[in-house]
């Protein structure tokens, strides 16, 4: 079930009035109901895989609070990430490593065959592995008190809101928000309908008026001139930011409707001064995640050698997929071990190699996570070599802009459009279906041939493109600056004016066609 769809407004003005006519034990039992009813609206086979994960976990967390041996509490948390991550790996990722080692074969003159599966990828696995991760690994540090109620820890788990798409909610963040009574609220109800209805006009008048002049450009790049490729990659960039931070403001508006809060997972990413500032503002939940459970354990910027050589190993096979060229993976390889002697031959320098590495191997699992392809590979690879030639560069440019004595906004202006013009370059790789498609649809951007407006098809999806991507930015700076949120929230008069124009919005604008959020595929 997804949230522009007829089925969904049906079940949420059924779910509505029965939730706030419910308390305690019943309403709890009726949240986990419905949750179950909206995902196995999609296909109810992929239920039995949520609720397999849903009662490992929560027995796994009952043992590891009753036991003090440090080795059976460590088999525990084993059981734990074997089975999210089994499944993870079986229905997301079998084909991919099957179809990889193959290719790595034959790249070295072996003849290998593939025995691929017809496997449907579950929507929100992702997603739901790692909610459910965080807790078990949680409670094995003793960070988080463990969950006796099942009907409560399943409810967090399955909670539909969230449930395919994120945010990624922590349990320490959620499951004490399940004590609490939630009794109605018109100030709930008045700014979770604003975020709600927000997040519609992201999705279906942004996001969804964009996607077919996107899907035109990256269907066969060859055909258009440079311009018309460059607004492609343009309102590709604002497509997927308005499908996904749209899904996130009506999941975080529906919670707060039903009396929960949901941390924020978007702020303006795109008015980021540099890298690390962008994974702070994009997907917030994602890249909180992976710094607290696996950027920190690998070692974070503190010294260790297990980033370095995963990185290593990792590059060899990336290089080799991409080139099928075996030879190059092995310098490659020969570099990194080199890196790896000088850097280690100092404590200064060991520091700095493995804090790259860290950073490298955390952004090439991100990628991955994202999708089974070497190409979000490659895009998590652009965004840790972004991050390490940040950390590189940033004492050398500051001293040269210090030097020259640029004004601050000057300094402010060229850094954005420097990470915008990056994040849209590892865009292309992310969203083209394969490394010929990207590398075409790169190089018919720099040839700079037929860069005119006139050489430009569709022109009104390009005028009506820019327009609502103009309206996009226009009411973010205005908030970020000025937080007109909150006088909306207090003022009557402007709630009721705000709203009355979302809808005209969203009625002019709008695409509804059922289309799915882009998310769900990862």
Not at 308 to 326: A, D, E, R
Not at 364 to 374: D, K, T
């Given at each position: 079930?997804?949230?522009?769809?007829?089925?969904?407004?049906?079940?949420?003005?059924?779910?509505?009035?029965?939730?706030?006519?419910?308390?305690?034990?019943?309403?709890?039992?009726?949240?986990?109901?419905?949750?179950?009813?909206?995902?196995?609206?999609?296909?109810?086979?992929?239920?039995?895989?949520?609720?397999?994960?849903?009662?490992?976990?929560?027995?796994?967390?009952?043992?590891?609070?009753?036991?003090?041996?440090?080795?059976?509490?460590?088999?525990?948390?084993?059981?734990?990430?074997?089975?999210?991550?089994?499944?993870?790996?079986?229905?997301?990722?079998?084909?991919?490593?099957?179809?990889?080692?193959?290719?790595?074969?034959?790249?070295?003159?072996?003849?290998?065959?593939?025995?691929?599966?017809?496997?449907?990828?579950?929507?929100?696995?992702?997603?739901?592995?790692?909610?459910?991760?965080?807790?078990?690994?949680?409670?094995?540090?003793?960070?988080?008190?463990?969950?006796?109620?099942?009907?409560?820890?399943?409810?967090?788990?399955?909670?539909?809101?969230?449930?395919?798409?994120?945010?990624?909610?922590?349990?320490?963040?959620?499951?004490?928000?399940?004590?609490?009574?939630?009794?109605?609220?018109?100030?709930?109800?008045?700014?979770?309908?604003?975020?709600?209805?927000?997040?519609?006009?992201?999705?279906?008048?942004?996001?969804?008026?964009?996607?077919?002049?996107?899907?035109?450009?990256?269907?066969?790049?060859?055909?258009?001139?440079?311009?018309?490729?460059?607004?492609?990659?343009?309102?590709?960039?604002?497509?997927?930011?308005?499908?996904?931070?749209?899904?996130?403001?009506?999941?975080?508006?529906?919670?707060?409707?039903?009396?929960?809060?949901?941390?924020?997972?978007?702020?303006?990413?795109?008015?980021?001064?540099?890298?690390?500032?962008?994974?702070?503002?994009?997907?917030?939940?994602?890249?909180?995640?992976?710094?607290?459970?696996?950027?920190?354990?690998?070692?974070?910027?503190?010294?260790?050698?297990?980033?370095?050589?995963?990185?290593?190993?990792?590059?060899?096979?990336?290089?080799?997929?991409?080139?099928?060229?075996?030879?190059?993976?092995?310098?490659?390889?020969?570099?990194?071990?080199?890196?790896?002697?000088?850097?280690?031959?100092?404590?200064?320098?060991?520091?700095?190699?493995?804090?790259?590495?860290?950073?490298?191997?955390?952004?090439?699992?991100?990628?991955?996570?994202?999708?089974?392809?070497?190409?979000?590979?490659?895009?998590?690879?652009?965004?840790?070599?972004?991050?390490?030639?940040?950390?590189?560069?940033?004492?050398?440019?500051?001293?040269?802009?210090?030097?020259?004595?640029?004004?601050?906004?000057?300094?402010?202006?060229?850094?954005?459009?420097?990470?915008?013009?990056?994040?849209?370059?590892?865009?292309?790789?992310?969203?083209?279906?394969?490394?010929?498609?990207?590398?075409?649809?790169?190089?018919?951007?720099?040839?700079?041939?037929?860069?005119?407006?006139?050489?430009?098809?569709?022109?009104?999806?390009?005028?009506?493109?820019?327009?609502?991507?103009?309206l996009l930015l226009a009411v973010e700076v205005t908030d970020l600056r000025y937080e007109y949120h909150e006088v909306i929230r207090t003022q009557a008069v402007f709630r009721v004016v705000s709203f009355a124009i979302l809808l005209w919005l969203i009625s002019f604008f709008g695409t509804f066609g059922n289309n799915s959020f882009i998310y769900f595929q990862f």
């Amino acid at each position: 079930m997804i949230f522009n769809s007829l089925a969904f407004f049906v079940f949420i003005a059924a779910f509505l009035p029965l939730y706030f006519s419910m308390k305690g034990k019943s309403r709890l039992w009726l949240c986990l109901i419905g949750s179950y009813i909206f995902y196995g609206w999609w296909d109810w086979r992929f239920l039995s895989l949520i609720v397999f994960s849903t009662c490992i976990d929560y027995f796994v967390g009952l043992q590891l609070d009753q036991t003090e041996d440090e080795a059976k509490r460590k088999r525990l948390l084993t059981i734990s990430m074997v089975v999210n991550l089994g499944f993870l790996a079986f229905f997301k990722y079998f084909n991919f490593f099957i179809d990889s080692f193959t290719n790595m074969l034959q790249s070295w003159g072996y003849e290998g065959s593939t025995t691929s599966l017809d496997i449907i990828l579950p929507v929100g696995i992702s997603f739901y592995t790692f909610q459910s991760m965080s807790y078990t690994i949680d409670v094995y540090y003793r960070k988080l008190a463990v969950e006796k109620d099942f009907i409560r820890f399943a409810t967090f788990i399955s909670f539909f809101p969230q449930l395919v798409a994120g945010p990624i909610v922590r349990a320490s963040d959620f499951l004490p928000q399940f004590q609490k009574e939630r009794t109605f609220s018109w100030d709930r109800l008045t700014t979770g309908l604003g975020q709600i209805l927000w997040g519609f006009f992201k999705k279906v008048a942004v996001a969804d008026s964009l996607a077919p002049y996107v899907d035109q450009c990256f269907q066969e790049p060859g055909m258009f001139g440079s311009l018309h490729l460059l607004i492609g990659i343009i309102f590709y960039s604002f497509q997927i930011y308005c499908d996904f931070s749209g899904y996130s403001d009506i999941a975080i508006g529906l919670a707060r409707v039903l009396g929960f809060d949901f941390p924020e997972n978007f702020r303006t990413p795109y008015f980021s001064k540099n890298f690390s500032e962008f994974w702070k503002r994009w997907h917030i939940s994602l890249s909180s995640w992976l710094q607290d459970y696996l950027y920190i354990p690998l070692g974070g910027n503190r010294n260790g050698s297990f980033g370095s050589w995963f990185f290593i190993i990792l590059f060899y096979v990336l290089t080799v997929v991409m080139t099928g060229w075996w030879w190059l993976g092995i310098i490659g390889v020969g570099m990194g071990i080199w890196a790896y002697w000088y850097y280690n031959s100092s404590t200064a320098r060991q520091k700095n190699l493995a804090t790259y590495a860290n950073l490298m191997v955390t952004m090439l699992l991100g990628g991955l996570w994202h999708g089974a392809s070497w190409a979000f590979v490659f895009w998590g690879f652009l965004h840790g070599a972004y991050l390490v030639v940040q950390r590189l560069a940033s004492p050398f440019w500051n001293k040269v802009l210090n030097a020259i004595k640029t004004p601050m906004f000057i300094q402010n202006t060229l850094a954005i459009a420097m990470v915008y013009f990056f994040t849209c370059l590892a865009w292309v790789y992310f969203r083209a279906p394969d490394f010929e498609v990207a590398n075409n649809f790169i190089m018919g951007i720099a040839s700079l041939e037929q860069f005119s407006f006139g050489a430009v098809m569709n022109k009104f999806q390009v005028v009506k493109g820019f327009l609502l991507i103009g309206l996009l930015l226009a009411v973010e700076v205005t908030d970020l600056r000025y937080e007109y949120h909150e006088v909306i929230r207090t003022q009557a008069v402007f709630r009721v004016v705000s709203f009355a124009i979302l809808l005209w919005l969203i009625s002019f604008f709008g695409t509804f066609g059922n289309n799915s959020f882009i998310y769900f595929q990862f």
